[in-house]
């Protein structure tokens, strides 16, 4: 979300999601008061026509090692994604999750990284699989980051 009444709100998706995300964090949907919006889905899109669900950032907290996600399926997402990366490239957890990090939070607060995508609810991420965001974040996303015949080199490792 990036414009006009939704500035600072994620998508949640659909009732289902935001039922779940709610009882993840022991809260009634009263208690999100201005911190909660929904939306008719637009023609054209999956769901039309159905409510989505966003919550403002302010509710979202960082679950596990992982600054962005938002619930405890986001979490276990990414521990996939780092446990794909430690079989499949032979790195350490620590530095798995370091590069994560880096592709989904950015440096900014005295307590760590802060999310620049919080995974949370039915996001976009979990269109693709953790094999495939582990190699991608491992080579980067430009030229043929899935072409494993290619010339591809990592992308070093964060902090060097």
């Known amino acids: 979300m990036s414009t006009g009444e939704y500035d600072g709100y994620e ?4 009732r289902e999601h935001l ?5 993840e964090y022991d809260l009634d949907e ?3 008061g201005g911190s909660g919006r929904m ?3 637009p023609p054209g899109v999956a769901h039309a026509g159905e409510i989505e669900y966003l919550v403002h950032r302010s509710v979202l907290r960082p679950h596990g090692a992982f600054p962005c996600a938002g ?3 986001a979490r276990e997402f990414c521990e996939d994604v780092a446990d794909e990366m ?4 032979g790195i350490s957890r620590a530095e798995a999750v370091a590069r994560i990090n880096r592709q989904w939070s950015e440096p900014g607060s005295p307590d760590g990284d802060v999310p620049r995508v919080w995974i949370v609810g039915n996001s976009l991420i979990y269109h693709d699989e953790p094999a495939d965001w582990a190699t991608g974040i491992y080579y980067g996303f430009t030229g043929r980051w899935w072409d494993s015949g290619g010339d591809r080199q990592p992308l ?3 902090g060097s």
């Not at 998508?11 to 659909?14: C, E, Q, S």
């Not at 039922?19 to 009882?23: D, P, Y």
């Not at 430690?86 to 490239?89: G, H, L, N, P």
């Open 39 to 41: 939306r008719t889905l």
């Open 156 to 158: 070093p490792p964060p």
């Open 86 to 89: 430690v079989r499949a490239f």
């Open 11 to 14: 998508r949640i998706g659909l």
């Open 19 to 23: 039922t779940r995300l709610l009882a």
């Open 71 to 73: 619930d405890d399926e």
């Open 30 to 32: 009263e208690d999100l």
